[in-house]
C-alpha cells in the first residue's frame, strides 16, 4: 500500500489516487515466511508536492520492507500525482423533500441551521457546481413544528474544515388547517 505523508492540510491528491505498487523481494523462504504483508509500504513525502501534477520515482529507499529481504522490482517506477489547493467556500444547504404533508396541514416555513456549511473544495472545481443538500424528508408524516437533523448529502470531493463533520438542523414550521 502506498502511504502519503505530510501533505499541506489546503491540499489534495486527485483522483485516480494510486493506493499500491508491486514490488517483487528477494531473500530466504524462511524470512518469507515470517513476512506479515502489513509489514510492507510505500511511503511518500508530499510535503514538497506543487499544485497540478507531480512525478515520484518510486525507489527502494521508499519502501518500508524486513530486514534481510532484497527490492528485485518496483512496478510502476514513477506515479504521477495531480494535487490541488483547496479553497474555503460557504455553500447553502438545500432541503430535500418529498411527498406533500396532510391535508389538514400547511407548511409555513422550512430552514436550516445553519443556513450554509463552510466547506473545502479543490480549486479546480467549479463553485457553481457545488450543491450540499440533505437526505430527503418524507413530508407526508409531517403533523406538527419540527426540527429534525437529517444526514448531508455532499459531493465526493468536498471536505470540512478539521475533517469535522456539521450537524445541521432542519426546521419545519407548519399550522393546522381549520376544517370548513
Known sequence: PIEYRNLSTDK???????KQVSVTLSGTERIFNLLKSEELKLSLDMSGVKDGEN??????DLIKYPTGLSVVNIEPEEIKLKVYRMISLNIPI???TQGRPPSDVKIIQIKTVPEKVQVLIPSIIPQDKIKITTEPIDLKSITETITLTPKLIIPSEVRFQDDKYPEIKVIIEVEKKENK
Not at 55 to 60: L, N
Open 12 to 18: 489534495i491528491v486527485g483522483e485516480p489516487k494510486p
Open 55 to 60: 512525478k515520484f520515482s518510486i525507489t527502494k
Open 94 to 96: 438545500e432541503v430535500n
